[in-house]
């Protein structure tokens, strides 16, 4: 059974900073073969993407709204992906999920990952 587990969520005020982390576990679950993103759901809107990492982290992207304020990237000795997010937003304020892609490229969309963690709340307040 694959387990994504994030941390790292909590209330900070604008223009603060908080590092998510997830890791991954599970028997079959080969953490470094999978390509790894961050995405968020605010209350009223749909999950959008944040960003993503591959499998050696050496490609890294990143949603328009979080360019140059949020960095992601990953230990595949430790199994955990981690997003690094700094000068942050009230309009950041969501659930922040991790998901893990068996996939050959790295996607943004939702739809197309494969293992989801159960998510961490982020509350930015202004």
């Known amino acids: 059974q694959v387990q994504l587990v994030e941390s790292g969520g909590g209330q900070v005020q604008a223009g603060g900073s908080l590092r998510l982390s997830c890791a991954a576990s599970?028997?079959?679950?080969?953490?470094?073969?999978?390509?790894m993103g961050w995405f968020r759901q605010a209350p009223g809107k749909e999950r959008e993407f944040v960003a993503a990492?591959?499998?050696?982290?050496?490609?890294?992207f990143y949603a328009d709204s979080v360019k140059g304020r949020f960095t992601i990237s990953r230990d595949n000795a430790k199994n955990t992906v981690y997003l690094q997010m700094n000068s942050l937003k009230p309009e950041d304020t969501a659930v922040y999920y991790c998901?893990?892609?068996?996939?050959?490229?790295?996607?943004?969309?939702?739809?197309?990952?494969?293992?989801w963690g159960q998510g961490t709340q982020v509350t930015v307040s202004s």
């Open positions: 998901a893990a892609d068996s996939g050959l490229r790295v996607v943004i969309s939702p739809e197309q990952y494969d293992y």
């Open positions: 599970g028997r079959t679950f080969t953490f470094s073969s999978k390509n």
């Open positions: 990492i591959s499998r050696s982290g050496g490609s890294t």
